[in-house]
């Protein structure tokens, strides 16, 4: 297994120093599901809840969040953004939420991503609470990432 980064040797939280790493082109892409009725779905798509365009709200919150990582997460490098991509769209089960992110840098985006993908699932389910409590958010995950010492990287 890999030394958790995060660590001093005493085991200490520690923000990781990343003076000496290169700048490099770096992507993210996250994806989380809101599953939800097909009433509470067919709702949400018809731009006809009480609050307002649940998408194009929620897609604004993910972007929102991206830029925001690192006053949410406490050891994450604020990092200047070339890109945030939210999209939230229709699936069998509710709403599949995606979010892409990219910039050149010393380290990368993965936070950023899945903050943006929380933080949208997080919109959908206030905006659409009043209709359907029981509205789960599930499987929010990193599924690729590009750039960096490490590599390339995707989920199996």
């Known amino acids: 297994m890999n030394r958790l980064t995060h660590l001093d040797p005493e085991g200490r939280a520690r923000m990781v120093d990343i003076s000496a790493k290169?700048?490099?082109?770096?992507?993210?892409?996250?994806?989380?599901l809101?599953?939800?009725?097909?009433?509470?779905l067919d709702l949400a798509l018809s731009g006809e809840a009480g609050k307002g365009d649940v998408r194009a709200v929620a897609e604004i919150a993910g972007v929102m969040a991206a830029k925001r990582t690192s006053d949410l997460i406490p050891l994450c490098h604020p990092l200047a953004l070339a890109k945030v991509e939210v999209s939230v769209e229709a699936a069998?089960?509710?709403l599949c939420v995606t979010a892409r992110v990219k910039t050149t840098g010393p380290t990368g985006v993965e936070m950023e991503?899945?903050?943006a993908v929380a933080v949208t699932c997080l919109t959908i389910y206030d905006m659409?609470?009043?209709?359907?409590?029981?509205?789960?958010?599930?499987?929010?995950?990193?599924?690729?990432?590009?750039?960096?010492?490490?590599g390339d990287w995707r989920a199996a």
């Open 22 to 32: 290169p700048d490099t082109q770096r992507t993210a892409l996250a994806r989380g």
């Open 34 to 40: 809101v599953r939800m009725s097909r009433e509470t």
């Open 92 to 94: 069998e089960e509710g």
């Open 113 to 115: 991503a899945l903050t």
């Open 128 to 150: 659409l609470k009043a209709a359907e409590r029981g509205m789960t958010i599930e499987a929010v995950r990193l599924v690729e990432k590009s750039g960096g010492a490490s």
